[in-house]
Nanobody, 117 residues
Framework: QVQLVESGGGLVQAGGSLRLSCAAS????????MRWYRQAPGKERELVAG???????NYADSVKGRFTISRDNAKNTVYLEMNSLKPEDTAVYYC???????????WGQGTQVTVSS
């Protein structure tokens, strides 16, 4: 099992930046990819960005060019750098670990990001 702890959320004005962190512990060798999801009130949870063990990344169209996902293998931590934030980025952001076949093997508790206009 994998445990994930997120940090870095908060309140920011539109156009501002935030960096989220997700620290993994437990059976980290089972992790193939790490992903960030978000869920806004009344909406379904959506994939924001992902990064594989090999460093390949993918992004939702809505955040391309503004968000950057990265990882520090030595610290077992994944980051989400969010720039040029918009009010529509307001959501609870969740870190997710995926194993083989990209099956989910762990979720973080979520961190609130609020972007004011």
């Amino acid at each position: 099992q994998v445990q994930l702890v997120e940090s870095g959320g908060g309140l920011v004005q539109a156009g501002g930046s935030l960096r989220l962190s997700c620290a993994a512990s437990g059976n980290i060798f089972s992790i193939y990819a790490m992903r960030w999801y978000r869920q806004a009130p009344g909406k379904e949870r959506e994939l924001v960005a992902g990064i594989t063990r090999g460093g390949s990344t993918n992004y939702a169209d809505s955040v391309k060019g503004r968000f950057t996902i990265s990882r520090d293998n030595a610290k077992n931590t994944v980051y989400l750098e969010m720039n040029s934030l918009k009010p529509e980025d307001t959501a609870v952001y969740y870190c997710n670990a995926a194993g083989n076949y990209l099956l989910s093997i762990g979720w973080g508790q979520g961190t609130q990001v609020t972007v004011s206009s």
